[in-house]
């Protein structure tokens, strides 16, 4: 679950042009948000001016300056409703970025801002890739991605299948610079796995709607990259490797045959609705709410829950919240009360999630299955789904808690989200090495 309550858009959309001689350079800085902190970089040039959100792998962004003085200068981001208007002060400007009716203080400095991120393949390569397309024919949405396979390839070389988490993500699953796919598709190519990834509908080069899509329909598409794999590509052995809710669409195409076997890193095994109980529940303790706010907010949060569940429509929903914070008997602070009125709000995943359950077809799956869990992951608590697990028949199947990883693989302190970014690591060798370990001992 990578679901995170980020406010830029992550859509890029063609230049427009603008004026800015006086500014002329990168220009980066973060602005905090709900506790994270969201890195933004302004590429502004005498012709061209853009933006990118390199945390949620969005780049290109056009902009135009809207005004600009020897000190000041306003830029406006209209494709996502937004603007910043500045000061320079010294070597920094300084002003505020404001979007839909929301201000975040926002400090620019030169540069680009840029990461570390070691893992990050770069060519040139010793294996093969090439940009292919393929069909889901249920709604006509064309999905984008990347073939990689080995420079020797056969139909008998196994080949994975790529599945994303949540959220919208490109065919690198790209946050915080990190692109644990792209190091994924890398290290296996190396050890004789091809694999195919793909940008999420609407995202990078792939069509479709995105707006109204539910777990149903991203695993649509991913059934579709497996019959491309087989129908197209001539392959013979096709897995699925699902990353967070890419890991319960790997159990649903186990479960149907689609898959000859499975690989979930942290997909989880209970349902939405007691998934993101205790998710909520851990992410409030990670940031320093007492254990008691925070067993109070996820009580009156499961009946908001089951509001949604049983899709009711409600006139008020601050009055819903405020009467059944009365009938738990229990005391919230302003900002988490707030919180659970945007809960309230119907959005088709999040309806469809919470009624989820992917007990039934883990326990239909007879095909060998990994699943991989990091004790740190608050996102998709280990001791809730990997413990839970007893219901998996194929003798070759197995399941690991790594100490001290998080939710995207990586060695942490905490496991909180905040990490994620100030961690070079984009994800364990330790890890890599068992993906490709158990891939080769079944198929090679």
Not at 246 to 252: D, Q, S, T, V
Not at 331 to 350: G, K, M, R, S, Y
Request: one cysteine or more; aromatic letters at 8%.
């Amino acid at each position: 679950m990578k679901k995170l309550l980020l406010i830029i858009a992550t859509y890029l959309f063609p230049l427009v042009f603008c004026s800015a001689q006086t500014f002329h350079g990168n220009w980066n800085g973060q602005i905090s948000i709900g506790g994270q902190k969201l890195t933004l970089v302004f590429h502004i040039k005498p012709d061209t001016c853009t933006l990118d959100s390199p945390d949620q792998g969005a780049r290109g962004i056009p902009a135009v300056i809207g005004f600009q003085t020897n000190d000041s200068i306003q830029i406006k981001i209209p494709q996502i409703g937004a603007a910043y208007n500045g000061k320079k002060n010294g070597e920094t400007i300084v002003g505020k970025f404001m979007q839909r009716g929301y201000s975040f203080p926002l400090t620019l400095s030169p540069g680009n801002g840029e990461r570390n991120r070691p893992q990050t393949p770069k060519g040139p390569f010793d294996y093969n890739t090439k940009e292919i397309t393929f069909k889901n024919n249920i709604d006509g949405t064309i999905l984008a991605g990347t073939l990689t396979t080995p420079k020797i390839t056969t139909e008998k070389t196994p080949v994975v299948l790529l599945v994303t988490g949540s959220g919208l993500q490109n065919r690198d699953e790209e946050i915080f610079e990190h692109k644990p796919f792209a190091v994924i598709a890398d290290f296996l190519a190396k050890r004789g796995i091809a694999s195919l990834r793909y940008d999420d509908r609407s995202i990078g080069k792939s069509t479709g709607d995105a707006t109204k899509a539910t777990t149903e329909q991203f695993r649509q598409d991913a059934e579709a990259g497996i019959l491309y794999l087989r129908k197209v590509e001539k392959f013979k052995e096709v897995g699925v490797i699902g990353h967070s809710e890419g890991g319960i669409i790997a159990y649903l195409l186990g479960a149907s045959k689609n898959a000859d076997f499975i690989i979930s890193l942290a997909g989880p095994t209970v349902s939405g609705k007691k998934l993101l109980l205790e998710q909520n529940r851990l992410v409030l303790k990670s940031q320093g709410i007492p254990q008691q706010t925070a067993d109070d907010y996820v009580k009156v949060l499961e009946q908001v829950f089951d509001l949604r569940i049983q899709g009711t429509e409600l006139s008020n929903p601050k009055k819903t919240i405020q009467e059944i914070i009365d009938n738990c008997n229990v005391t919230l602070p302003p900002t988490l009360q707030n919180n659970l009125a945007l809960v309230l709000a119907h959005d088709a995943w999040t309806d469809y999630f919470l009624s989820l359950d992917p007990t039934e077809n883990i326990k239909k799956m007879k095909c060998p299955a990994f699943l991989l869990n990091g004790d740190k992951d608050i996102q998709v608590p280990a001791e809730l789904n990997i413990r839970n697990t007893l219901h998996l028949k194929n003798k070759k199947s197995r399941t690991k808690i790594y100490p001290g990883l998080n939710h995207l693989f990586q060695h942490c302190t905490t496991g909180t989200i905040n990490e994620y970014k100030e961690i070079e690591e984009t994800i364990s060798v330790e890890v890599l090495e068992d993906i490709s370990n158990f891939i080769q001992n079944l198929t090679m």
